[in-house]
């Protein structure tokens, strides 16, 4: 008689076979997969979990398809207003049928860019990070540089000529440790708080309409509202008018994509984020129900037109290397003004979200860098280039690949499989752009639960550590942006500080703050390990040795240190990089004056979590 469990224990036990055999093979040993004998494994590591995690973080990132192109449509691209209209061109017939055309153009642009992007990132760096157009940047781009149709400061032509001129700039701070450098100025706190930023972020993107299971829309009278009410009970404002938490779509993603998927991990059931998303995806499309993904409107008509096609195909033809070169006049003022801008935006924006994203798949080393994070921020550089010659916003890491990352991603094949997703994407985009965001929501809230477990390592102990850290996480979700929560933190910081320290100064030491033993000590990214490889250089072959210190840091210097040395009541640290980023304390190198009698205190840190294995 067929035994089906037999069978399927069979069947099991192939694939693991299988897997093993990859495993151990050369392909296993390029991605330094577990077992295949390179140095360097990646523990815990095979190639069937990270292609299951790629198709994790491919399924959290396939709303950008739609999101992104929607959102640089806005921008007007290349679509001219005839003359004689309004500026905007609002009701107009051409400029609107201009723009359907650019929307299309722009859903092949983003599917092309995310899987290309991904697939180097992940061959290059071996890390799980997959790239795409960022969210928070496109709208940057669209309603604040160029503006709504082109109503901005800055036409749209000239700003891809400063995204394309920026990639270039960050290759070159890439290639002189200067991107490397930044991460390594931030002081240790800020960095987890960061991370953790990024997971109440998640969170909010998870919870909203645009992108999650719309249990929070933005209020008029309150920053925040509670929504949870059908899109056709949505006002002007966006604010629920009635019907408040009964939209069926909301408590089907709760239920089958957030507590059953939560149910499933507790029991550590391989593919729980997937099988969850693929569940309430599926419930979602038959039409004839309240809370179907095609509802008889006109968005859910045009929505189900596309979803029957199920394979089909659109060339890019009008925002393909449309780049203005020709900065004469006015232009030259107006690309200034857009390099700049860009510059400052995702160069924080960029280098945070790729740092916190290594550091939660546990690769950041005990010096705060992580391996080939040179040949990382060059890739994202370049990125950003290409993404210019499609027509496209600032590229930069995902922190949706969180997501992969706690399906157990952890080598550059997660990142390659959600690139080939992206890459089948542009023949199959009907079906694969079809997953409902109240599918994929609370993924993104789990995600940012696991994010959010990093705030027991922030010192909370003194306030000139803690104050910064707290303004940097809230930040984050309430500005809608990485780059601004990062800003205001470590402004926050250096005030403060500068502030506590000129007092301890002035004072000799007499007067220092509550828990003033309890700091962690900052260097500004000034320590003889810090510095790029050619200032080093300079420091031991140009510079006079006169002019050169000796390494020691200042007794009220802050600096980032779990160890504190007391030399006679002054304070003298040695540079370790990493305060929450390292799960073991590393030895203590003093440097004190010879004869001086050394008196240690060791300051204990809580340890980081681990991620959980879902197998």
């Not at 002054?570 to 929450?580: E, Q, V, Y």
């Amino acid at each position: 008689m067929f035994d089906i469990g037999d069978s399927i224990d069979k069947a099991v036990a192939k694939i693991h076979a299988l897997d093993e055999r990859i495993n151990r093979s050369t392909f296993g040993r390029v991605f330094r997969l577990d077992g295949s004998g390179h140095p360097k494994t990646v523990r815990g590591s095979s190639f069937f979990r990270e292609i299951r995690a790629g198709l994790t973080t491919f399924a959290t990132m396939a709303y950008i398809v739609a999101v992104n192109a929607t959102v640089l449509a806005d921008s007007g691209g290349t679509c001219e207003c005839p003359p004689g209209t309004e500026p905007g061109c609002p009701g107009n017939p051409e400029y609107a049928a201009c723009q359907i055309g650019l929307k299309r153009d722009l859903i092949t642009a983003t599917a092309a860019l995310s899987g290309l992007s991904s697939i180097v990132f992940g061959f290059l760096t071996n890390l799980p990070v997959s790239l795409g157009p960022g969210m928070g940047l496109n709208a940057y781009f669209t309603y604040q540089v160029v503006g709504w149709h082109g109503t901005g400061a800055v036409p749209y032509k000239i700003a891809l000529t400063a995204i394309f001129v920026e990639g270039f700039i960050f290759v070159f701070l890439a290639l002189t440790g200067m991107r490397q450098w930044l991460v390594r100025m931030i002081p240790a706190t800020i960095k987890t708080a960061c991370g953790v930023g990024i997971g109440l972020f998640l969170t909010e993107i998870g919870l909203s309409y645009s992108a999650g299971i719309g249990a929070i829309t933005g209020g008029f009278s309150t920053p925040l509202a509670i929504g949870g009410c059908p899109p056709e009970y949505l006002d002007s404002k966006g604010e629920c008018s009635s019907h408040i938490m009964t939209n069926p779509s909301m408590w089907i993603g709760i239920f089958l994509g957030g507590i059953f998927v939560a149910f499933m991990m507790a029991f550590k059931v391989k593919s729980a984020i997937v099988i969850g998303i693929a569940i309430v995806s599926l419930m979602s499309w038959p039409r004839n129900t309240s809370f179907t993904y095609f509802p008889y409107t006109d968005a859910g008509e045009d929505r189900f037109q596309f979803f029957k096609q199920v394979v089909a195909f659109h060339p890019i033809k009008s925002v393909l290397n449309v780049q203005q070169w020709d900065l004469s006049g006015t232009s030259g003022a107006q690309f200034a003004l857009a390099l700049v801008t860009f510059l400052y935006v995702d160069i924080i924006d960029c280098t945070a979200t790729l740092y916190s994203m290594a550091k939660f798949c546990g690769v950041v080393r005990e010096d705060g860098d992580f391996p080939r994070s040179t040949l990382a921020y060059c890739t994202d550089a370049i990125m950003i280039s290409i993404g210019s010659l499609f027509g496209c916003s600032p590229v930069t890491a995902f922190i949706e690949s969180g997501a992969g990352i706690a399906e157990g991603g952890r080598t550059g094949l997660t990142a390659i499989s959600a690139g080939v997703c992206f890459l089948v994407c542009l023949f199959f985009a009907p079906i694969l752009a079809s997953v409902p965001p109240w599918a994929t929501g609370p993924t993104l809230v789990l995600v940012g639960c696991l994010m959010i477990r990093q705030v027991v390592n922030i010192n909370w102990q003194y306030i000139g550590d803690a104050v910064p850290s707290f303004v940097t996480l809230a930040f984050m979700p309430f500005s809608y942006s990485v780059a601004y929560g990062l800003i205001a933190g470590m402004m926050v910081y250096v005030l403060l500080n500068t502030m506590i320290w000129s007092v301890v100064k002035l004072t000799g030491g007499r007067v220092t703050p509550s828990n003033w033993h309890e700091k962690e000590v900052y260097d500004w990214g000034l320590g003889t390990g810090d510095l790029p490889g050619w200032v080093r250089y300079l420091q031991r072959n140009v510079i006079p040795a006169r002019f050169q210190t000796d390494g020691r840091n200042d007794g009220v210097e802050l600096a980032d240190n779990d160890s504190v040395v007391k030399i006679h009541g002054a304070t003298d640290t040695s540079s370790r990089g990493n305060s929450a980023e390292d799960k073991e304390m590393h030895d203590l190198e003093g440097h004190p004056h010879p004869g001086m009698p050394l008196q240690v205190q060791i300051q204990s840190r809580p340890r980081e979590h681990i991620l959980p294995s879902l197998d």
